[in-house]
């Protein structure tokens, strides 16, 4: 077995046994069933849920995951006094804290909806919820290893953090909706959709609701996004733009793994 | 044989190392010491490939080290504490180990010795600090390469447990072996080592057999020896110290001339 292998394996073993990610798991199990329970639909449920993926799923990724990058330096040592090369070492680390949080939240929000399957959810918006999901968790895990590879000082790193998730998930439709107002005369259109395109969580929101007709709940640059591009493009743009918050960070935090001194 | 040459490392205005040479003689226990801060660690880093020298080279087996880390196959390390991930059982932990090694001989004398097979099924999470101690000495010796670094080895071990890889260490000298070993135990590196390197403030102060080090200062122990050339040190009654060859090779420990530190 290869050693990006070997190295996921271990980290799946880890952390499928942490107990921050059990808790992780059964909290979004339970809000999606009680959803359910109190006698959402299927959409109604899947709105909730987005919202509460929008807000917590970037949290935990980055918390939990600069913690976790911090907690397991001394073993990523061990390993790296092993004949193993530095990339594949990475990509098995990445992989190992990124894969656990992705399933946690598939596993989580998505039974509730196999279960519930005739309450009315579209398929494309579960997969658009799930897959959204997915690529928050692996985008915000890239960017939790790239700030605890930055820094070695664990306050600042986990300070970066939260700071990143209050830019990203609360503060940054603010600002953009503040440049909108303020900049109104202007042809802004465009300039709004690239500030769009510049946060995961705004993109994350725009591909889940390109699935479902509410555009009242978009947002000013998700409204204006969908009228630009149309359901099918927007989704498509929507998508590559979140594979591109993966992709980005995760070279960022590769190149400072392959080149920091541990 | 690994060998350091001119060796300088530097962290922001900080010169951790400075020019340091040195080769650990196959066969040898080799004591590196060294005050806190002198550049022990960061040495040991170096030659595991975890940190990038500034200037310098290392040279294993007469080959350069490359940034392939396949020349790490000959070297085994023991961290001074193991952190091991705490949800993964000992058996995972070991089992990765051997799997990122494939292909070499796997020497179990000291899980043996440790009994591991009791504790295969533990939780990392759930061991005593001194088990997790003998989990870390058995994963650096579960192989045969031809270099063993041990970094305070038997901190947090029982008497006897320290006893045992007392043992195992010198059992791999007399395989031939090379040890690099850390330790602020003096009476016990007095007890395992053929050689002495001893740092101060970045530099390279004595490298040479440990009698040669007893006889030039003219200590009874090597805590003695030691003791006395950091008090030197710190006086600023810096040493010059020459050495030339490998290590045993003569090493001469002498002191400038008045007024040249």
Request: hydrophobic share 50%; with cysteine; aromatic share 8%.
């Amino acid at each position: 077995m290869n050693v990006v292998l070997l190295v996921l394996q271990a980290g799946l073993r880890d952390l499928s046994r942490n107990r921050w990610i059990v808790a992780y798991t059964l909290s979004f199990l339970g809000i999606a069933e009680g959803l359910f329970w109190f006698g959402g639909t299927g959409p109604q449920v899947l709105l909730s849920l987005l919202n509460l993926v929008l807000l917590v799923l970037p949290l935990v990724a980055l918390v939990f995951g600069t913690i976790h990058v911090y907690a397991s330096r001394e073993f990523v040592e061990l390993l790296l006094a092993q004949p193993v090369p530095r990339r594949e070492l990475f990509a098995g680390l990445y992989l190992g804290l990124a894969l656990p949080l992705a399933g946690a939240f598939l596993v989580g929000a998505g039974i509730p909806f196999v279960v519930h399957a005739r309450d009315g959810a579209t398929i494309g918006g579960v997969v658009a919820l799930l897959g959204a999901g997915v690529g928050l968790s692996l985008a915000f895990a890239a960017i939790a290893t790239w700030i605890a590879l930055f820094t070695d000082d664990r306050l600042k790193g986990v300070g970066l953090a939260l700071g990143t998730w209050l830019v990203a998930a609360v503060v940054y439709d603010g600002l953009v909706l503040g440049a909108a107002a303020a900049f109104g005369n202007y042809p802004v259109e465009r300039p709004l959709l690239g500030l769009m395109l510049a946060n995961p969580v705004d993109v994350a929101r725009v591909l889940v609701l390109t699935q479902l007709d509410v555009s009242a709940l978009m947002g000013y640059t998700g409204a204006l996004f969908e009228r630009t591009f149309g359901t099918a493009l927007g989704t498509g743009i929507a998508a590559v733009a979140l594979v591109t918050w993966c992709v980005i960070p995760l070279g960022l935090a590769g190149r400072r793994f392959l080149r920091r001194d541990f | 044989m690994i060998t350091l040459d001119t060796i300088r490392k530097r962290f922001g205005a900080l010169d951790v190392l400075q020019d340091v040479s040195l080769s650990v003689r196959t066969g040898a226990v080799t004591a590196l010491v060294g005050p806190n801060g002198s550049g022990k660690t960061t040495l040991i880093k170096i030659v595991l490939g975890l940190t990038r020298a500034d200037r310098g080279a290392l040279h294993v087996d007469g080959e350069p080290a490359d940034d392939a880390g396949a020349y790490r196959r000959a070297i085994g390390y023991m961290p001074q504490a193991a952190h091991f991930p705490a949800n993964l059982r000992v058996g995972d932990v070991l089992d990765l180990v051997k799997q990122l090694r494939p292909g070499e001989a796997v020497d179990n004398d000291l899980a043996r010795a440790y009994d591991m097979d009791a504790i295969r099924d533990k939780f990392v999470g759930t061991l005593s600090g001194g088990t997790k101690q003998k989990v870390n000495a058995v994963v650096a010796f579960l192989f045969r390469p031809a270099l063993l670094i041990l970094d305070e080895p038997t901190a947090g071990l029982d008497p006897l447990s320290a006893n045992v890889l007392k043992e195992k260490i010198r059992a791999v000298r007399r395989e031939g072996r090379s040890v690099l070993i850390t330790s602020h135990i003096m009476a016990e590196l007095e007890t395992l080592a053929d050689e002495v390197a001893f740092l101060c403030d970045g530099r390279l102060r004595f490298a040479g057999p440990v009698a040669e080090l007893l006889n030039h200062t003219g200590g009874r122990t090597l805590e003695d020896a030691i003791a006395g050339l950091m008090r030197s040190e710190r006086a600023g009654r810096r040493t010059a110290v020459v050495t030339a060859g490998p290590i045993p090779g003569p090493s001469w420990l002498a002191p400038e001339p008045e007024g040249a530190a």
